[in-house]
């Protein structure tokens, strides 16, 4: 391998490792800022134990239309559910005011000013830690809901004292896990915790049937998920569940994207082992100087560019007649003509004619000072002037 070939290699594989480390690097951020997404609660495009996007596919199988709305109120929704949003106290009219039109508003913080007061512990009704039953019900779409698992949310309040004139269930009448409470036309339900939506909690006991009693009772029904920042960014907008392209690459597909800039890492480190030194090989035979000249002014010979040969081939033989009797570069082209014609045989006019830029016409102007370059040169150069 020669040195050249050796650093050619040598630059090709640090561009190769440059390459594989950006790739790399992406990716790992890319990966993180997934995982941080994925790791968002209530987020219904994650697939973490957290996320709800089994909740969204199970409703969507039952024909609900399911979407994100980061405003409020939501555009042509029927049921919107507050999973971590909290409305500000002056909007909490506005709120009424949009279920009291017809709408089901599905609140999930017990803390909230839109549910009724909160009572610690969960009573009678509970079987095991987490798993509530039925109990007193008096909300006829949950009659077929047996029991739920309310997972572990580590609220104080696991249940809601029960209003007069809204009915419950999963309680024992007074206290109550689900409160649903008419306003207008409307009604606000009452869930004292949202944990049951998660995907972890989607396929314990009849939370799915839960779900599908709330927020799919029949198809076409329209469900928005309220984000978090709906009560504080009007100019957001709504937009589908389905997303971006950042949203459909899975964990498995950024994986093996990953896997493949190691891959391309590990390439580049082998192919830039280098075994051994760098073994010097016999270069061509070197071309002078002059030869490449004249090579190149034969070529515009040939491209009928006599005045630009010319130039060429002035340019050379001045440069090498300083160096060779002792004058600096770029001396005038009278000195070296003084200085020639004083140390050979050559007439003083005729070197200043070939050193000297003067206009060459044709082929024939420019063939003669060629042969005059010629004998210049073997004279100065190959002959013997001091």
């Known amino acids: 391998m020669t040195a050249a070939a050796a650093t050619r290699r040598s630059g090709a594989t ?19 800022t997934n995982n941080h997404r994925d790791a968002a609660p209530y987020d219904p495009r994650s697939t973490s134990a957290t996320g709800t996007k089994a909740f969204v596919q199970t409703v969507e199988h039952f024909g609900a239309k399911v ?59 509970v079987a095991g830690d987490a ?27 696991e249940a809601f004292d029960v209003p007069e004139r809204a009915a419950s269930c999963f309680g024992d009448g007074d206290s109550a896990f689900a409160v649903v409470q008419p306003v207008g036309a409307g009604q606000i339900v009452s869930l004292a915790s ?16 839960l779900a599908t009693a709330l927020f799919a009772p029949r198809p076409g029904t329209r469900v928005a998920i309220v984000g978090d920042d709906a009560f504080g960014d009007p100019a957001a907008g709504d937009s589908d569940i389905g997303g971006g392209l950042g949203r459909i690459i899975t964990f498995g597909v950024s994986l093996a994207v990953l896997q493949l800039g190691v891959a391309l890492v590990v390439y580049g480190m082998a192919r830039g082992r280098r075994l051994g030194r760098v073994v010097s090989e016999p270069q061509p035979v070197q071309i002078a ?16 560019q006599p005045a630009n040969a010319s130039g060429i081939l002035r340019s050379d033989l001045r440069r090498e007649l300083c160096a060779r009797i002792g004058l600096p570069p770029g001396a005038p082209a009278t000195l070296i003509a003084d200085t020639v ?30 042969n005059q370059i010629d004998t210049i040169r073997e004279e100065v150069l190959h002959g013997h002037a001091p």
């Open 194 to 209: 949202g944990a049951m939506f998660q995907n972890r909690n989607l396929d314990s006991q009849d939370n799915a049937a």
């Open 14 to 32: 640090r561009t190769a490792l440059a390459i594989g480390a950006g790739v790399v690097v992406l990716l790992l951020i890319g990966l993180l």
């Open 341 to 370: 014609a004083a140390r050979t045989p050559i007439d003083r006019e005729t070197v200043l004619r070939a050193v000297e830029d003067r206009p060459v016409a044709n082929d024939l102007e420019l063939i003669e000072l060629a």
């Open 289 to 304: 100087g002059s030869e490449l000249v004249d090579a190149v002014g034969n070529l515009m010979l040939q491209m009928k």
């Open 131 to 157: 798993v509530l039953e039925q109990g007193t019900c008096s909300v006829t779409a949950f009659a077929d809901v047996d029991r739920i698992d309310r997972g572990r949310t580590g609220s104080f309040i």
């Open 67 to 125: 979407s994100t709305a980061d405003t409020f109120p939501p555009p042509d929704t029927d049921v919107a559910v507050l999973f971590v949003a909290e409305p500000p106290s002056d909007r909490i009219d506005d709120v009424r005011d949009w279920v009291r039109d017809g709408h089901t508003l599905v609140v999930t913080s017990p803390q909230s000013e839109l549910t009724p007061d909160g009572a610690s512990g969960a009573g009678p009704h």
